[in-house]
């Protein structure tokens, strides 16, 4: 209830939640603020019935019914765990993959002068 309160005051264009607990709280805070768009997050690949505690488990079961309701978009960090949350029964029309990873051709990964002394 705290977590809707201040959604509704701070009145954010979107809600954007990290991974199954915090996904299945900011889906129903969101919408007890007064429908605000929820994206989640998902950085897992490899949930099955071996990993994970029995909770997490039942969280994301709980996740992957509500997404068709309560989640505008859901972002996976690759494409296999796209695959496995679409086979877990998330909306497939909301699924999308951002990777993790830094474009290494982009990036000026040369070490600054100040960094050399701090590593020495």
């Not at 998902?42 to 992957?64: E, K, P, Q, Y």
Request: charged share 25%; glycine share 6%; net charge positive.
């Amino acid at each position: 209830m705290r977590l809707a309160r201040w959604i509704r005051e701070s009145k954010p264009d979107v809600v954007h939640a990290w991974m199954y607990h915090a996904n299945f709280v900011g889906a129903f805070a969101a919408r007890l603020a007064g429908n605000v768009p929820v994206v989640w997050g998902i950085h897992d690949s490899g949930l099955d019935s071996r990993m994970g505690n029995r909770r997490t488990r039942l969280v994301n079961r709980a996740c992957a019914l509500l997404s068709r309701k309560y989640a505008a978009r859901i972002v996976c960090c690759s494409e296999a765990s796209l695959r496995i949350h679409k086979e877990l029964g998330y909306a497939a029309d909301k699924l999308e993959v951002i990777p993790n990873g830094v474009d290494v051709e982009q990036v000026n990964l040369t070490p600054l002068p100040a960094r050399r002394s701090v590593r020495s």
